[in-house]
T-cell receptor, first 114, second 117 residues
Framework: DTAVSQTPKYLVTQMGNDKSIKCEQNLGHDTMYWYKQDSKKFLKIMFS???????INETVPNRFSPKSPDKAHLNLHINSLELGDSAVYFC?????????????FGEGSRLTVL | AQKITQTQPGMFVQEKEAVTLDCTYDTSDQSYGLFWYKQPSSGEMIFLIYQGSYDEQNATEGRYSLNFQKARKSANLVISASQLGDSAMYFCAMREGLYSGYSTLTFGKGTMLLVSP
């Protein structure tokens, strides 16, 4: 069983389209995250949710809208896609009861905007 | 200012040798955690090792050890007896304010390690 799963793994789309990436975790964690990894492999936090509540919202264009229907799911919707949105998007989760607070990552979703 | 600095964009090591990947950090918090992750060419992020700011002993996990020098604000990863499968990108990361609410991991830019036969 995959602990943190994202779908789709690959997404190729045209500029201007709207797309969504879904994430689910079965670890019982209460905090979930979206990270963006750019072409230079730099990982940057985008959003963090705790028990369905948005707690961290970094400087991200408002074309990006996260949604957490329950604490096991965190989806990312992107409107009006731009070339610069091409990246790998990682979902992750962590548990507040963990002594280390390590993040468990999904496999990533590679988005290519043409 | 960067919170996590990895000064080595790439490192080469021969199989069976040890290698040290450098990481320095910047924080004014007293409670923080330091992490290393491995990202092989397949793309997944694999957690390797953790060091808490109050831990007096250096963390070890199998062939991985973390050389924690608090006064120097460094948290170098040491991989002993390198294997071909260790070839990957390695990221150092920090979580600040461990006991003061929610926080995220801030990552360095990574070091690409290549292990040769």
């Amino acid at each position: 069983d995959t602990a943190v799963s994202q779908t789709p793994k690959y997404l190729v789309t045209q500029m201007g389209n709207d797309k969504s990436i879904k994430c689910e975790q079965n670890l019982g964690h209460d905090t979930m995250y979206w990270y963006k990894q750019d072409s230079k492999k730099f990982l940057k936090i985008m959003f963090s949710y705790n028990n369905k509540e948005l707690i961290i919202n970094e400087t991200v264009p408002n074309r990006f809208s996260p949604k957490s229907p329950d604490k096991a799911h965190l989806n990312l919707h992107i409107n009006s896609l731009e070339l610069g949105d091409s990246a790998v998007y990682f979902c992750a989760s962590s548990g507040t009861r963990s002594s280390t607070g390590e993040l468990f990552f999904g496999e990533g979703s590679r988005l290519t905007v043409l | 200012a960067q919170k996590i600095t990895q000064t080595q964009p790439g490192m080469f090591v021969q199989e069976k040798e040890a290698v040290t990947l450098d990481c320095t950090y910047d924080t004014s918090d007293q409670s923080y955690g330091l992490f290393w992750y491995k990202q092989p060419s397949s793309g997944e992020m694999i957690f390797l090792i953790y060091q808490g700011s109050y831990d007096e002993q250096n963390a070890t996990e199998g062939r991985y050890s973390l050389n924690f020098q608090k006064a120097r604000k460094s948290a170098n990863l040491v991989i002993s007896a390198s294997q071909l499968g260790d070839s990957a990108m390695y990221f150092c990361a920090m979580r600040e304010g461990l006991y003061s609410g929610y926080s995220t991991l801030t990552f360095g830019k990574g070091t690409m390690l290549l292990v040769s036969p």
